[in-house]
């Protein structure tokens, strides 16, 4: 080998022994770092704590503290005073594909005001890109506009999830709250939390500084196909696929990302000539050891009988094939456990978040359809998309590109550190397998220069 190629070839090895991932903004605002507020008024302001506590759903999603506007106990500043405020970020850094923001809200607010008509206690976001147009969306749970998406209830956290552009170059994200009149202000207010920029997002956070580097660990978009998922099914006329039928779920699609989704009907509803039925998709395995702050994502949509009674929706995690369940949380349009949120209306598009441990290792991830009976099952059943597990720390290892899929579970991997799921625990931000053959390529080269 020549020396030239030599070097090449050692400069190769070093680059990729250098992992590449997503740079993910994140807070959950421990503090205010990086954010400034504006308006208000007598103390009726944005700021950053846990109060007040008696808001329904409670005043953070995570850890102590969340964002948002009111004076500790409500936003009323007065009998004959109206109040509006906002939050604005400092410029994220927006790059790399399919770029979005996330965050979870909770408020209470005088009654029906945002779905009536929109005209009181506002709640609005507006999206300052470094180049471009500035786009402002209002919240609401039937009054809303769609690059944010619907809210669930007063009292219940829920997450919202916004396409960005990278073109944008950065983005200052505003949420803005105005109560248009002095009259039924007596209630908590509007509460933000667990805020994220994912694809290369950078920027001041919060919680007293950098928390960390958010990375894609393994994604699903079902687009080519079911991606190593196993299904299960009491009746093979109705079963869990990766396609994107029925056409209309109510007034929605049946994919959030074009062509698929995974879902469960038979391409038209999850009527089984009348019997009861049920079905599973499972996941191939996924492995966070080594990282931290592990956490899943997915888009849902779904069109059922109403209630929490029939027509059940589960998601479940397990250590042992499911022998047992480390977690398992039945889906609901109010009252869902263990921080997931709650479901927005039938036929619209939103997302879940569901918190894992990186102590359990290798776990699978499992979505659980139960119609309970035969009746009323002409509905178009339950759709899911976009699945995504983060973690923070170091991802990858070049080599895994090298060898080619090492656990089946398709083409999820990005040159020289992409996602990992199912292999050894990363070395210096390479998997060990990735670490030996390096070594021993390294003294190939060394040999051959000599």
């Given at each position: 080998?020549?020396?030239?190629?030599?070097?090449?070839t050692?400069?190769?090895?070093?680059?990729?022994?250098?992992p590449?991932?997503?740079?993910?903004?994140?807070?959950?605002f421990?503090?205010s770092?990086g954010?400034?507020?504006?308006?208000?008024a007598n103390?009726?302001?944005?700021?950053?704590?846990?109060?007040?506590?008696?808001?329904?759903g409670?005043?953070?999603?995570s850890?102590?503290?969340?964002?948002n506007?009111?004076?500790?106990?409500?936003?009323n500043?007065?009998?004959?005073?109206t109040n509006?405020?906002?939050?604005?970020?400092?410029?994220i850094?927006v790059?790399?594909?399919?770029?979005?923001?996330?965050?979870?809200?909770?408020?209470?607010?005088?009654t029906?005001?945002?779905?009536?008509n929109?005209?009181?206690d506002?709640?609005?976001?507006?999206l300052?890109?470094?180049?471009g147009?500035?786009?402002?969306?209002?919240?609401?749970?039937?009054n809303f506009d769609?690059?944010?998406g619907?809210?669930?209830?007063?009292g219940?956290?829920?997450?919202?999830t916004?396409a960005?552009?990278?073109?944008?170059?950065?983005?200052?994200i505003?949420?803005?709250?105005?109560?248009?009149?002095?009259i039924d202000n007596?209630?908590?207010?509007?509460?933000v939390?667990?805020?994220a920029?994912?694809?290369?997002g950078?920027?001041?956070?919060?919680?007293g500084g950098?928390?960390?580097?958010?990375?894609?660990?393994?994604?699903?978009?079902?687009d080519?196909?079911?991606?190593?998922?196993?299904v299960?099914?009491?009746?093979?006329?109705?079963?869990?696929a990766?396609?994107?039928?029925?056409?209309?779920?109510?007034?929605?699609?049946a994919?959030?990302?074009a062509p698929?989704?995974l879902?469960?009907n038979?391409g038209?509803?999850f009527?089984?000539?009348g019997?009861?039925?049920?079905g599973?998709?499972?996941?191939?395995?996924?492995?966070?050891?080594?990282?931290?702050?592990g956490?899943?994502t997915?888009?849902?949509n779904?069109?059922t009988?109403?209630?929490?009674?029939?027509?059940?929706?589960?998601?479940e995690?397990?250590?042992?094939?499911?022998?047992?369940?480390?977690?398992?949380?039945?889906?609901?349009?109010?009252?869902t456990?263990?921080?997931?949120g709650?479901c927005?209306?039938?036929?619209?598009?939103h997302?879940?978040?569901?918190?894992?441990?990186p102590?359990?290792g290798?776990?699978?991830?499992?979505f659980?359809?139960?119609s309970?009976?035969?009746?009323?099952?002409t509905?178009?059943?339950?759709?899911?998309?976009?699945?995504?597990?983060?973690?923070?720390?170091?991802?990858?290892?070049?080599?895994?590109?090298?060898?080619?899929?090492?656990?089946?579970?398709g083409p999820h991997?990005?040159?020289?550190?992409?996602?990992?799921a199912?292999?050894?625990?990363?070395?210096?931000g390479?998997?060990?397998?990735?670490?030996?053959?390096?070594?021993?390529?390294?003294?190939?080269?060394?040999?051959?220069l000599?």
């Open positions: 080998m020549s020396l030239r190629g030599g070097i090449v050692l400069a190769l090895l070093v680059a990729c022994a250098t590449v991932f997503a740079q993910g903004y994140q807070t959950n421990d503090d770092t954010w400034t507020f504006a308006g208000g103390g009726v302001v944005w700021g950053v704590d846990g109060t007040p506590s008696s808001v329904t409670g005043a953070y999603q850890a102590s503290k969340s964002l506007y009111n004076n500790a106990t409500n936003y500043s007065g009998s004959t005073s509006s405020g906002t939050a604005t970020s400092s410029a850094t790059s790399g594909s399919n770029p979005s923001l996330t965050f979870w809200c909770n408020f209470k607010t005088e029906g005001s945002d779905d009536a929109y005209g009181y506002k709640r609005t976001m507006t300052t890109p470094g180049t147009t500035a786009v402002t969306a209002k919240l609401g749970v039937t769609t690059i944010v619907a809210c669930s209830a007063m219940t956290w829920h997450q919202h916004v960005l552009q990278s073109s944008w170059g950065t983005v200052k505003q949420f803005k709250f105005d109560t248009v009149d002095e007596s209630n908590p207010g509007w509460f939390d667990t805020l920029v994912s694809g290369s950078s920027g001041n956070t919060g919680g950098n928390t960390g580097q958010l990375n894609t660990v393994q994604e699903w978009n079902f080519a196909g079911i991606g190593g998922w196993a299960t099914s009491s009746n093979a006329s109705v079963t869990w990766a396609d994107g039928t029925p056409a209309a779920v109510v007034n929605g699609q994919y959030k990302s698929n989704s879902n469960y038979n038209t509803n009527d089984a000539s019997a009861t039925n049920n599973s998709a499972t996941s191939p395995a996924i492995n966070l050891a080594g990282l931290t702050d956490q899943i997915f888009q849902c779904y069109q009988e109403s209630g929490a009674t029939y027509d059940k929706r589960f998601v995690v397990s250590t042992d094939e499911f022998a047992t369940t480390a977690l398992s949380v039945q889906l609901k349009s109010s009252g456990a263990s921080g997931l709650d927005a209306a039938m036929g619209t598009w997302a879940h978040t569901l918190l894992v441990d102590a359990w290798a776990f699978k991830l499992r659980r359809f139960d309970v009976d035969g009746i009323a099952n509905y178009a059943g339950w759709f899911v998309d976009d699945v995504k597990v983060q973690a923070k720390g170091q991802v990858g290892g070049f080599i895994d590109d090298l060898l080619g899929d090492d656990n089946g579970d991997r990005r040159a020289c550190g992409g996602s990992v199912g292999s050894p625990a990363p070395i210096l390479m998997t060990l397998a990735g670490f030996v053959l390096a070594v021993a390529a390294l003294l190939t080269i060394l040999r051959r000599r």
